[in-house]
């Protein structure tokens, strides 16, 4: 079979290797197509601070079950659509006993700290599959693992139901936070960006509110979306500092800002306006394997994605796949990667 090793920041290699029985435990996927996300590109570029070289990419991903490895007591049958966790997780430090793997202590992520999917059968342990619709398409396959990033951000905001809600930053995180609050019943929902281009996908996925921040300033547009009410609820999704600052400036009193974005640099918060409104600022990570299973259900329900998918390029093909991705700047949300059939 044929993977892909990134040797270098901006170096991908194609190898053959002997494809690999699935050992005790495992569960081999034939993997059909591959999700390129942010952080991927952070690697691509040599900007991903835990990622050693070499690295087989690939954590967002579509793939049908091929053979079960002896020991498997519960996987879903030969010829099923599946996805996977991507979280390697050490099961016993506080977190893990507490039920928060997602922030185990030795957390590695497949794609970056181990291996991820990008080869043509990929040997995953059974548990850390996730069965999918046969229905699915790939590209609804490969999105489950951000739409469970947003479903787990959701989460940590509490109740949703009737809240005006605002979502800074309208990538495909921002894009997917803004459709799950609205599915969980959220009230209004304003999302915020500084590319149209951005804000248009939104729109065309049903985001009702969208407002380009460079051009009108939070305050005025969440005035003018939610009336004297407000916005108590805010996702952060952009990691952007002046992002951040808005969103504590402008939020009610009392309000929860959910931070989900990743922060090239610290970002400087005015930590008086936290105390003297009574803000919470609270984290959210990756996600648990119960908003995987949300995440298939939103997808196979009410969420648009297609808009988001700015072009599929052949296997063979993922070098050109991130030119095309660093020549396009912020007009490409979602890049996918197909492999041969
Ligand atoms: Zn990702
Ligand atoms: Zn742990």
């Known amino acids: 079979m044929k993977q892909a090793s990134m040797e270098a920041p901006g170096r991908i290699r194609f190898e053959n290797v002997a494809e690999r029985q699935p050992g005790p435990g495992e569960v081999r996927i034939r993997v059909q197509q591959i999700g390129i996300c942010g952080s991927d590109i952070h690697v691509w570029h040599g900007t991903h601070p835990f990622t ?4 087989i990419q690939g954590h967002e991903f579509t793939g049908i079950v091929d053979a079960i ?12 659509k599946v996805t996977a966790r991507p979280q390697i997780v050490c099961g016993h430090c506080n977190p893990c006993r507490n039920g928060r793997y997602n922030i185990c202590d030795s957390l590695k992520v497949t794609g970056f700290q181990a291996d991820g999917c990008g080869r043509e059968f990929y040997n995953v342990p059974a548990d850390r599959l996730v069965p999918i619709p046969a229905e699915f398409t790939a590209d609804q396959g490969a999105f489950v693992e951000p739409v469970a990033v947003a479903v787990h951000a959701c989460n940590r905001a509490g109740e ?20 799950v609050a609205k599915a969980r019943g959220a009230g209004r929902v304003l999302i915020t960006d500084v590319a149209d281009h951005r804000l248009d996908i939104a729109k065309r996925c049903g985001v009702q509110h969208a407002v380009n921040t460079a051009e009108r300033p939070l305050k ?24 951040l ?15 989900v974005g990743v922060y090239g640099r610290p970002p400087a918060v005015d930590m008086s306006v936290v105390g003297d409104r009574e803000l919470d600022l609270v984290g959210s990570l990756m996600y648990l394997r119960a908003d995987w299973t949300e995440a298939v259900k939103l997808l196979a329900s009410s969420l648009a994605i297609v808009p988001m998918v700015a072009r599929h390029f052949p296997f063979a093909e993922w070098t050109e796949a991130y030119r095309f991705i660093d020549a396009s700047g912020t007009g ?9 059939t």
Do not use: C
């Open 52 to 55: 050693p070289y070499p690295v």
């Open 69 to 80: 490895g002896p020991g498997v007591e519960q996987a879903p049958p030969i010829g099923s």
């Open 160 to 179: 949703l139901a009737g809240r005006n809600v605002v979502v800074l930053g309208a990538g495909t995180i921002g894009n997917l936070l803004a459709q």
């Open 220 to 243: 005025a547009a969440a005035r003018e979306v939610f009336g004297p009410a407000g916005f108590d609820l805010a996702f952060e999704a952009a990691g952007a500092e002046a992002s």
């Open 245 to 259: 600052a808005s969103g504590v400036d402008a939020i009610e009193k009392g309000g929860r800002i959910v931070i």
């Open 332 to 340: 490409v949300m979602k890049v996918m990667i197909d492999l041969p």
